[in-house]
């Protein structure tokens, strides 16, 4: 999944890092109510946007697997070597 805030725009795997488990339980539903954090909604663990790391939850410290993206001409893509 891809979300942006005001650093820019980050993408990770839809996994939870404490039982490999999907974050979106409600289908597309990654943020919390206030759009701060992804959030598991699992584990209610939630996770910084900028960098993946969980703050609060079962898996803290843990981090979310990054995706290698890029923006060009306005459309998120990933990202190859």
Known sequence: FVVRDESGVHGYENVCPHEDMILDAVPDQFLTLDKKYILCVNHWARFRINDGVCIHGPCKGQ???????????????????
């Open 63 to 81: 981090r979310l697997t990054a995706l290698a993206i890029e923006v060009i001409d306005g459309q998120v893509v990933l990202a190859y070597p």
